[in-house]
């Protein structure tokens, strides 16, 4: 503040409550939780995973595209091989988000997997009137192939058999707002996932 009492351009005020910042950074380790638990099981990857991405998301795997209507992202998550990630930094940022007008008013279809409801609740930790938008950076280290089930480590390991670094970037958009004083429900507006070195 200036000595006038009033905010210089400088120091312009957080348009979110620390409540809401705090809530936004539990949101994103529980959605982190529900994102990787259910990729590095095959049987839910394909089924449960589509279901946390708008229609319109935006999707890059290690720099390619992929198409995120549900049939075309769960043809290409069956044929990922077995994985096992480890995350070692989760960080979050709200950011402003467009009018909510714009924005899709559901993203799970009635017939979303049971198990995927109660999960999707922890998503929706920030006040309806400041939800705003997530950013939600993670870098970790992630094992594919035949070796995700080999629990004993073995020092001569060819190359593709060690674990992988990588970064993944999630922009998490209210997809559903509802009533008044209830909390919003997120999904996955654009995804990036990139191996580093």
Known sequence: MSATGSTTSAEKPSPWSSTAIDAASHGAIAFCQIYYEAYDEPNRRSTELPQLFLPSAKVIWNGNPVPADRPSLSAFLDAMPLSRHDLQT?????VAGPPLFLLLTSVL???ASPTMQPALSV???LDSSSAPDLIVNITGSVLHGPSVMSHVDTPNLPPQDHPRKFHEMFMLRVA??????????YAIHSSNFR???
């Open 90 to 94: 989760v960080d979050c940022h709200p």
């Open 195 to 197: 191996f580093m070195g």
């Open 109 to 111: 279809d009635a017939d």
């Open 176 to 185: 559903e707002q509802t009533g008044e004083g209830m909390q919003p429900k």
């Open 123 to 125: 998503l929706t930790a």
